[in-house]
T-cell receptor, first 113, second 116 residues
Framework: AQSVTQLDSHVSVSEGTPVLLRCNYSSSYSPSLFWYVQHPNKGLQLLLKYTSAATLVKGINGFEAEFKKSETSFHLTKPSAHMSDAAEYFCVVSVRTGNQFYFGTGTSLTVIP | DSGVTQTPKHLITATGQRVTLRCSPRSGDLSVYWYQQSLDQGLQFLIQYYNGEERAKGNILERFSAQQFPDLHSELNLSSLELGDSALYFC???????????????FGPGTRLLVL
C-alpha cells in the first residue's frame, strides 16, 4: 500500500526566508509523488510532480522538491517565501495501477510580513 | 483555471435528502475522479471513472453513487444525507486511466455541501 505522511501540520515563516515542508512516503515500489497547493476557498493546483526521472523536481512559483529514496522523503522547498505562498500544501502519492491519489493530511503555511 | 468545472458551487440541504453534484472534465480527458474533503477525514478518494466505466472505488459510502456519461461529464449522487456528509467535494480529471500512475490530475473548484 502507498501512503504519505506530512510531518508538520503548521509551518510559519517570515517573508523572504526559506520554506521547508516535509513529506515522507511509504511504497512497495518506486512511487509517483506530487505536491499540490490549495489557497483559501480555491481548488487544488499542481506545484510539481516526480515520476522516476530527475530526483530534483522544479515546479511553479519557485518551488522545488527532491526525491530521496534512501530517506523515503519528498520535501518541498522554496528559497524565499512570499506572502502569496500562504496556503495549504498537500503531498500526494498515486497508485501505480490506476492513478488514484492518496493525500497527506496537509501543511498550513503562514507567511509573516 | 484548471479547465475542470463543477456545479453547483454551494449546496445547502437537509438530512435525509438527495443531491447531485456535476463535473465536466478538461477537454480531452477521459478519466474523472471524485474526492471528499472534510475536517476530520482530510482529502479522500471516492471513485474513478474512465470513458464511462467505473475503474476504482475508494472510501465511498453505499449511499453515494456516481456515473460518467457519453459526453464524459460525471455526476456524484449523495442520498439519505447525514450531517457528517457536509464537506467539500472535488472532481478531478486526467487524460487516461493512468495505469502506471503518475498522471497529473486537474482539480475543479469543488462543491461545498452543507447538510442541516
Amino acid at each position: 500500500a502507498q501512503s504519505v505522511t506530512q510531518l508538520d501540520s503548521h509551518v510559519s515563516v517570515s517573508e523572504g526566508t526559506p520554506v521547508l515542508l516535509r513529506c515522507n512516503y511509504s511504497s512497495s515500489y518506486s512511487p509517483s509523488l506530487f505536491w499540490y497547493v490549495q489557497h483559501p476557498n480555491k481548488g487544488l493546483q499542481l506545484l510539481l510532480k516526480y515520476t522516476s526521472a530527475a530526483t530534483l523536481v522544479k515546479g511553479i512559483n519557485g518551488f522545488e522538491a527532491e526525491f530521496k529514496k534512501s530517506e523515503t522523503s519528498f520535501h518541498l522547498t522554496k528559497p524565499s517565501a512570499h506572502m502569496s505562498d500562504a496556503a495549504e500544501y498537500f503531498c500526494v502519492v498515486s497508485v501505480r495501477t490506476g492513478n488514484q491519489f492518496y493525500f497527506g493530511t496537509g501543511t498550513s503555511l503562514t507567511v509573516i510580513p | 483555471d484548471s479547465g475542470v468545472t463543477q456545479t453547483p458551487k454551494h449546496l445547502i440541504t437537509a438530512t435525509g435528502q438527495r443531491v447531485t453534484l456535476r463535473c465536466s472534465p478538461r477537454s480531452g480527458d477521459l478519466s474523472v475522479y471524485w474526492y471528499q474533503q472534510s475536517l476530520d477525514q482530510g482529502l479522500q478518494f471516492l471513485i474513478q471513472y474512465y470513458n464511462g466505466e467505473e475503474r476504482a472505488k475508494g472510501n465511498i459510502l453505499e449511499r453515494f453513487s456516481a456515473q460518467q456519461f457519453p459526453d464524459l461529464h460525471s455526476e456524484l449522487n449523495l442520498s439519505s444525507l447525514e450531517l457528517g456528509d457536509s464537506a467539500l467535494y472535488f472532481c478531478a480529471s486526467s487524460v487516461s486511466t493512468g495505469t502506471s500512475g503518475g498522471e497529473t490530475q486537474y482539480f475543479g473548484p469543488g462543491t461545498r455541501l452543507l447538510v442541516l
